[in-house]
């Protein structure tokens, strides 16, 4: 069994944006490549967790959505900076239209896509690291026993503090995220949050 890096997509491997579906708004987030790489030689599988709720909403499709992410791979493999999976929920309790209205745990915060990829790809939740955006990523991977959890700073990092998550450490950039999972080669100091 090995460990995974477990990546939120939109604010963590591409900009921000609302709902990305268009390839040409693909921007990807500052040292993402330089991570995934860091992380692959040191032996983790790549597991992409993503909220897709825009399918749910009726924004776009998930023929658009599956099209992007084959886009995307393409970019990041050309960088050497393959994932191994892509797990993604296209419902929403409330937003979503027909069969995606509705409450399931394989939407965040609910560990099922973390616990699928696991049986799918036999890895070690124990070991394994996830970085995030938002407090409901982390609140998946505390719900799944991932031990490393980073919160990439914005609009979330004062509510994640106040609510009863487990250890978690903050990072302005995914260069510090990198550090404080020890995916560099010379770790600088880091500040637990609790």
């Known amino acids: ?83 191994d999976a892509i797990y993604f929920s296209p419902f929403h309790p409330v937003h979503g239209l027909n069969e995606y209205k509705r409450d399931t745990d394989c939407r965040k915060p609910g560990p099922g896509m973390l616990l699928q990829a696991a049986r799918d790809h036999d890895l070690d939740l124990s070991r394994s690291a996830l970085i995030g955006d938002r407090c409901s990523d982390l609140a998946a991977g505390a719900a799944a026993g991932v031990p490393k959890l980073v919160l990439l700073r914005g609009t979330e990092a004062s509510c994640c503090e106040q609510e009863s998550l487990p250890q978690f450490f903050l990072a302005e950039t995914l260069e510090m995220a990198a550090f404080q999972l020890g995916f560099h080669a010379n770790p600088a100091p880091s500040s637990p949050i609790t």
């Open 1 to 83: 069994m090995r460990p995974a890096l477990f990546l939120d997509r939109d604010g963590v491997i591409n900009e921000e944006v609302g709902f990305l579906h268009r390839p040409e708004e693909v921007r990807f987030v500052p040292g993402i490549f330089e991570l995934i790489r860091q992380a692959r030689s040191r032996g983790y599988a790549i597991i992409v967790i993503t909220n897709q709720s825009g399918i749910g909403r009726g924004l776009y499709t998930e023929e658009q959505f599956h099209t992007l992410m084959r886009y995307m791979r393409g970019l990041l493999a050309a960088e050497d900076a393959d994932v």
